[in-house]
């Protein structure tokens, strides 16, 4: 149990939030958790008036951190369970999109991915004018096309290699 202050539409409430148990939340709910509770309190909230209704969402937007809006949505649902993916998504970008930003990234000193960027396309031209890099016209415009979260994500999956400058003498 523990008590919450929050603003709400210009007031301020003074909320007692009580779990299961009597146990304090200090850790987020995962996704299985947070329908399981909607499922549980699915009926008390059709059943509610208005405030009930006020008061029930307020609580499970602070317990769960989900929006209101979302919040009703869901309780309205009558199927309210996960459904699984249709399908696992496929990787758009393959090995050759990979190795070229490994290389642009190394030329660039391992510089984050939102500036990485924006300069990929120009980097990879000037690297594969001196041979360093192999520029192929489908592998160009891939690398045109390429977000920043995803050369993030590349970025994280290959790894920085370990520093090569040598130690200090001394």
């Not at 979302?70 to 696992?88: G, T």
């Not at 192929?136 to 994500?153: A, F, H, N, Y």
Request: charge should be positive.
């Amino acid at each position: 149990m523990y008590y919450h202050l929050k603003s709400y539409r210009g007031k301020m409430v003074l909320q007692l939030i009580i779990l299961p148990g009597g146990t304090m939340a200090t850790e987020r709910m995962n996704i299985d958790e947070r329908y399981k509770l909607l499922r549980l309190l699915q009926e008390q909230y059709r059943q509610a008036d208005r405030q009930g209704k006020a008061h029930l969402l307020d609580n499970l937007e602070v317990i769960t951190d989900l929006h209101r809006k979302r919040l009703i949505a869901c309780l309205h649902n009558p199927d309210l369970r996960r459904h699984p993916r249709n399908r696992e998504r496929t990787r758009v970008y393959k090995a050759d999109v990979e190795q070229a930003v490994r290389v642009v990234a190394d030329a660039l000193d391992w510089i984050g991915a939102d500036r990485l960027q924006p300069g990929l396309v120009a980097t990879a031209q000037h690297l594969a004018r001196f041979g360093h890099l192999t520029l192929t016209e489908p592998l160009l415009s891939q690398l045109q096309e390429i977000s920043i979260s995803t050369v993030r994500r590349i970025l994280y999956r290959i790894g920085r290699p370990p520093d090569r400058r040598r130690p200090p003498c001394g």
